[in-house]
């Protein structure tokens, strides 16, 4: 009897320890859902070395491109479905649904720097002074231009010339015969695709999109003129079917050597200056963006950053996911693994301070000059009730944006007129401003 209970305690020994030991090392399985923008991809590729240093933690990856990847964390998160550990947003969500619960604020206790990001990057992922999306790139817009055609052409690109200036060069650099296209303009439907860009062309213009009583401006002179300009450049100066590109498919143009400029995000600039990358890599130039009637809103403020649903089941493991890939040491591990013109830049200060990184980017001081230059809280000539350069940071904003965006595309396909186009989009705003009871 004695044996038989010792051999029993054994082995209720045995299986307790092989127990302890399978919970040590069960893992915990995190979703991400993010863009299918290259700097993404390269965070994708390098997950291994990140589960390595977190063997308790496994990935798992959802990548789409940008509409759809909107469209699927906006359901998630407002449904409550909890699919997702780890999303990616950007400066319009984040403020948002921080202020509604929707997202759990980023720990930036320890070594993580939170000093070291850029201030205007910080602020506008911020709600009541806390963080609630982590910044993995950041970008504004500028003019992004190939130097050999210019020169040729005998023409100039400078800081902040007048969009007629830029339409005239865009002109001389137009050869479709030859394979080139003047200018690179996104026209995909999207309140973050065309409307991207369109907003702070129109800004320029010193449109507004909503008065200080709340009320949509679309249908002004402002919004007329600039989306009339924005049409005729493409139709006479851009690639065929405008309108189904957006950043992905005019960068590829561009790097192809395909485009005369373009003005889009200066994030671009890292890829189209690419030996690995790009065919023009060492015949780009870069300015600030055109201007019109007005600087202020001429050029877009946006950080593609990761964020923690409410509802996840892995907040642990997510922040440490998080706090890995935004961080210094990830930029440090790209650059010595990719090189130092291809990490994700926009972010941090100490990117910017980095002579390895300096040496190799030729973009560096262009682009933290863009994003230094943008200012969500003033960026509209005549006062304004928002905060944002490119879009309005309201729940309501991303239905207005979007159905704008539509009747923009329409435009510029010609199956409706611009002036049609912004009836329309402006009616729709108002409809939805007054059942949100703004006015």
Same mark, same amino acid.
């Given at each position: 009897?004695?044996d038989?209970i010792?051999?029993?305690?054994?082995?209720?020994?045995?299986l307790?320890?092989?127990?302890?030991? =399978?919970?040590?090392?069960?893992?915990?399985k995190?979703?991400?859902?993010?863009?299918n923008?290259?700097?993404?991809?390269?965070?994708?590729?390098?997950?291994?070395?990140?589960?390595?240093?977190?063997p308790?933690?496994?990935?798992?990856?959802?990548?789409?491109?940008?509409?759809?990847?909107?469209?699927?964390?906006?359901?998630?998160?407002?449904?409550?479905?909890?699919?997702?550990?780890?999303?990616?947003?950007?400066?319009?969500?984040?403020?948002?649904?921080?202020?509604?619960?929707?997202?759990?604020?980023?720990?930036t =206790?320890?070594?993580?720097?939170?000093?070291?990001?850029?201030?205007?990057?910080?602020?506008?992922?911020?709600?009541n002074?806390?963080?609630?999306?982590?910044?993995?790139?950041?970008?504004?817009?500028?003019?992004?231009?190939?130097k050999?055609?210019?020169?040729a052409?005998?023409?100039?690109?400078?800081?902040?010339d007048?969009?007629?200036?830029?339409?005239?060069?865009?002109?001389?650099?137009?050869?479709?015969?030859?394979?080139?296209?003047?200018?690179c303009?996104?026209?995909?439907?999207?309140?973050?695709?065309?409307?991207?860009f369109?907003?702070?062309?129109?800004? =320029?213009?010193?449109?507004?999109?909503?008065?200080e009583? /709340?009320?949509?401006?679309?249908?002004?002179?402002?919004?007329?003129?600039?989306?009339?300009?924005?049409?005729?450049?493409?139709?006479k100066?851009?690639?065929?079917?405008?309108?189904?590109?957006?950043?992905?498919?005019?960068?590829?143009?561009?790097s192809q050597?395909?485009?005369?400029?373009?003005?889009?995000?200066?994030?671009?600039a890292?890829?189209?200056?690419?030996?690995?990358k790009?065919k023009?890599?060492?015949?780009?130039?870069?300015?600030?963006?055109?201007m019109?009637?007005t600087?202020?809103?001429?050029?877009?403020? /946006?950080?593609?950053?990761?964020?923690?649903?409410?509802e996840?089941q892995?907040?642990?493991?997510?922040?440490?996911?998080i706090?890995?890939?935004?961080?210094?040491?990830?930029?440090?591990?790209?650059?010595?693994?990719?090189g130092?013109a291809?990490?994700?830049?926009?972010?941090?200060?100490?990117?910017y301070?980095?002579?390895?990184?300096?040496a190799?980017?030729?973009?560096?001081?262009?682009?933290?000059?863009a994003?230094?230059?943008?200012?969500?809280?003033? =960026?509209?000539?005549?006062?304004s009730?928002?905060?944002?350069?490119?879009?309005?940071?309201?729940?309501?904003?991303?239905?207005?944006?979007?159905?704008?965006?539509q009747?923009?595309?329409?435009?510029?396909n010609?199956?409706?007129s611009?002036?049609?186009?912004?009836?329309?989009?402006?009616?729709?705003?108002?409809?939805?401003?007054?059942q949100?009871d703004?006015y």
């Amino acid at each position: 009897m004695k044996d038989l209970i010792n051999n029993y305690l054994s082995y209720m020994i045995a299986l307790i320890v092989m127990t302890s030991t =399978s919970l040590a090392y069960a893992q915990t399985k995190i979703t991400i859902a993010t863009v299918n923008n290259s700097h993404m991809m390269t965070m994708q590729e390098l997950t291994p070395i990140f589960e390595k240093a977190h063997p308790d933690i496994k990935v798992k990856w959802i990548t789409v491109e940008e509409s759809k990847l909107r469209e699927h964390i906006t359901l998630d998160v407002t449904d409550k479905h909890g699919f997702y550990d780890v999303i990616t947003i950007g400066m319009y969500e984040a403020p948002i649904w921080g202020e509604k619960k929707w997202i759990q604020p980023i720990d930036t =206790s320890g070594d993580y720097d939170l000093e070291d990001i850029i201030p205007s990057i910080r602020e506008g992922l911020s709600y009541n002074n806390t963080l609630f999306a982590a910044p993995f790139y950041g970008e504004s817009s500028m003019v992004i231009y190939r130097k050999d055609l210019i020169d040729a052409a005998g023409v100039t690109i400078n800081d902040r010339d007048t969009w007629e200036h830029i339409r005239d060069v865009a002109a001389a650099l137009h050869d479709p015969e030859a394979g080139v296209y003047g200018m690179c303009l996104r026209g995909k439907a999207g309140w973050g695709d065309n409307m991207a860009f369109v907003s702070t062309m129109a800004n =320029s213009f010193g449109a507004r999109w909503f008065d200080e009583n /709340w009320k949509p401006q679309l249908e002004t002179t402002e919004w007329n003129n600039a989306v009339n300009f924005y049409v005729e450049l493409l139709r006479k100066y851009g690639p065929p079917n405008a309108s189904n590109n957006s950043f992905n498919e005019n960068l590829s143009l561009f790097s192809q050597g395909k485009c005369g400029i373009l003005v889009d995000a200066t994030i671009a600039a890292s890829f189209v200056t690419d030996p690995k990358k790009s065919k023009v890599f060492d015949k780009v130039g870069f300015a600030q963006s055109p201007m019109q009637v007005t600087e202020k809103g001429a050029n877009w403020l /946006w950080a593609w950053s990761l964020a923690i649903p409410t509802e996840t089941q892995n907040a642990k493991a997510a922040q440490t996911f998080i706090r890995w890939a935004t961080s210094k040491e990830y930029i440090k591990l790209i650059g010595e693994t990719k090189g130092w013109a291809a990490v994700p830049t926009g972010t941090r200060f100490s990117t910017y301070n980095n002579p390895d990184f300096l040496a190799v980017a030729s973009f560096a001081q262009d682009e933290l000059e863009a994003i230094n230059s943008a200012n969500p809280a003033d =960026s509209t000539l005549k006062p304004s009730p928002y905060i944002g350069v490119q879009f309005a940071a309201i729940p309501e904003f991303q239905d207005i944006g979007a159905i704008t965006g539509q009747m923009v595309s329409g435009a510029l396909n010609g199956t409706i007129s611009v002036e049609q186009a912004l009836k329309s989009a402006n009616l729709s705003a108002d409809n939805h401003m007054h059942q949100a009871d703004y006015y």
